[in-house]
T-cell receptor, first 114, second 117 residues
Framework: DTGVSQDPRHKITKRGQNVTFRCDPI?????LYWYRQTLGQGPEFLTY????????KSRLLSDRFSAERPKGSFSTLEIQRTEQGDSAMYLC????????????FGPGTRLTVT | AQKITQTQPGMFVQEKEAVTLDCTYD???????LFWYKQPSSGEMIFLIY??????QNATEGRYSLNFQKARKSANLVISASQLGDSAMYFC??????????????FGKGTRLSVIA
């Protein structure tokens, strides 16, 4: 257990529905990343927050995706009008400030779109 | 262009033997960091070892060591004395820029390691 938690761990939804995932970081970590991992691939970067500011977004983050980090604590990732291609593991990772280099990953949310 | 290449989709190793997982990378940034993560079937990414581009010595963490060959742009993971619990996916990753910087990790496709009793 890295101290990063994600909820839910599994989500099955029908195509066209909206889903929202939550990530709770290690309390003193001000940097937060979202990654997506499809079957047989390594994780791919989606978006990055420093405190409450969303500083970077990947081209993978289409208009149907939105992420927030209110008050710089937990973060949410919402997918609107889900498509089958959205089926993947969604991973959250956090980093401390200063000289730390390690990203601590949460257990992930596995999304299945039927 | 693919920045991290892991050419071994799957590897088998006998328990108690050593195994090397290959990783090559591509970057023009003189400052970068290389990471290895383990992902068991439960899905969580577990950090194993880190090597900075300016580090003079190869990184070691317990049974894990990183064979860093800068000129060849390779960062192979060596696991000594394999255990059954080492069976998992292993990912090599890179971050360009300072080691403590904000740039996200770029991952390879992974190598599935199976340890045989």
């Amino acid at each position: 257990d890295t101290g990063v938690s994600q909820d839910p761990r599994h989500k099955i939804t029908k195509r066209g529905q909206n889903v929202t995932f939550r990530c709770d970081p290690i309390s003193e970590h001000n940097r937060l990343y979202w990654y997506r991992q499809t079957l047989g691939q390594g994780p791919e970067f989606l978006t990055y927050f420093q405190n409450e500011a969303q500083l970077e977004k990947s081209r993978l983050l289409s208009d149907r995706f939105s992420a927030e980090r209110p008050k710089g604590s937990f973060s949410t990732l919402e997918i609107q009008r889900t498509e089958q291609g959205d089926s993947a593991m969604y991973l959250c990772a956090t980093m401390g400030d200063g000289y730390s280099y390690e990203q601590y990953f949460g257990p992930g949310t596995r999304l299945t779109v039927t | 262009a693919q920045k991290i290449t892991q050419t071994q989709p799957g590897m088998f190793v006998q328990e108690k033997e050593a195994v090397t997982l290959d990783c090559t990378y591509d970057t023009s940034d003189p400052s970068y960091g290389l990471f290895w993560y383990k992902q068991p079937s439960s899905g969580e990414m577990i950090f194993l070892i880190y090597q900075g581009s300016y580090d003079q010595q190869n990184a070691t963490e317990g049974r894990y060591s990183l064979n860093f060959q800068k000129a060849r742009k390779s960062a192979n993971l060596v696991i000594s004395a394999s255990q059954l619990g080492d069976s998992a996916m292993y990912f090599c990753a890179m971050r360009e820029g300072p080691s403590s910087g904000n740039t996200p990790l770029v991952f390879g496709k992974g190598t599935r390691l199976s340890v045989i009793a």
